[in-house]
């Protein structure tokens, strides 16, 4: 187990600034960022024995774009519940972040909105928070075609959001 700390230590060290400055593009916030980089480092270490091989930073990468998909829906429902509101008028701090998150998730739905329908729609079923059969029924297309257009969905937004915020 200390051997695999020791290693996945020189893996954070060489990825670290790569899977913060994507974390960054997506949630234009450095706190947010940080935060996001962190999750995706210990959703990682807790998930090595999943690692079945390949590029070691794809697979990070594809940790950190689902972080702050997480991120983004935890953001998106606080904003619609007012959460946010419950923040203390002193808190400056959380004020600013609770602005940043508002103009990402317009900046999200922008994006989303320049997807083409099936993936645009998969992904916002998915962001409810519904299953993949849930999704097939909802849309008519076969669970092949969700997964498929989910997938596609969200390289296009991820894609798309390196472009706007790069």
Request: proline share 1%; glycine share 6%.
């Amino acid at each position: 187990m200390h051997g695999d700390q020791q290693y996945f230590r020189v893996l954070f060290d060489r990825h670290k600034r790569r899977v913060y400055l994507a974390c960054k593009v997506f949630l234009q916030d450095a706190n947010a960022a940080e935060d996001a980089t962190q999750e995706t480092f210990l959703r990682a270490f807790q998930n090595l024995n999943r690692f079945s091989g390949g590029h070691f930073g794809a697979w990070l990468t594809r940790i950190a774009r689902n972080v702050c998909i997480d991120a983004w829906r935890r953001r998106r429902r606080q904003a619609e519940t007012g959460e946010e509101h419950l923040v203390s008028v002193g808190d400056k701090h959380s004020l600013e972040d609770a602005a940043a998150m508002r103009a990402a998730a317009a900046k999200l739905r922008e994006e989303m909105a320049k997807l083409p329908e099936h993936q645009r729609r998969c992904l916002e079923l998915k962001i409810e928070g519904h299953s993949y059969e849930e999704m097939a029924a909802m849309t008519g297309l076969p669970l092949a075609a969700v997964k498929s257009h989910l997938q596609n969905g969200r390289r296009m937004l991820w894609m798309q959001m390196e472009k706007v915020l790069g």
